[in-house]
């Protein structure tokens, strides 16, 4: 199984956008999700996407900022991140769930987003 591969994140100022990206050729079928760890903080889920890509759900603090997608064809997970705030200053992490499954249990490596004030 080819692992979660996160990319995008980096440095940006209070207002700007990033686009992360999560390769997941081997997920296909999967129910996949963003996750946010702070330092200090516990892991905190940001975002969840169905198999098919038809529903979706988002944490409080950034709903109406942040979109996640898939895009089947190319096996990729996207979570696009508008009006940032210092607060999402987070590792981003990739995670993927079988649709029987009740937890995620394959995790990507994670991709820093800092967010400066």
């Known amino acids: 199984q080819e692992p979660l591969v996160e990319s995008g994140g980096g440095l940006v100022q209070t207002g700007g956008s990033l686009r992360l990206s999560c390769e997941a050729s081997s997920f296909s079928g999967y129910v996949m999700g963003w996750f946010r760890q702070a330092p200090g903080k516990a892991r905190e889920t940001v975002a969840i996407?169905?198999?098919?890509?038809?529903?979706?759900n988002y944490a409080a603090p950034v709903k109406g900022r942040f979109t996640i997608s898939r895009d089947t064809a190319k096996n990729t997970i996207y979570l696009q991140m508008n009006n940032l705030k210092p607060e999402d200053t987070a590792v981003y992490l990739c995670?993927?769930?079988?649709?029987?499954?009740?937890?995620?249990?394959?995790w990507g490596q994670g991709t820093q987003v800092t967010v400066s004030s």
């Open positions: 996407i169905s198999a098919n890509g038809e529903s979706s």
């Open positions: 995670a993927a769930r079988g649709l029987s499954a009740v937890e995620f249990h394959y």
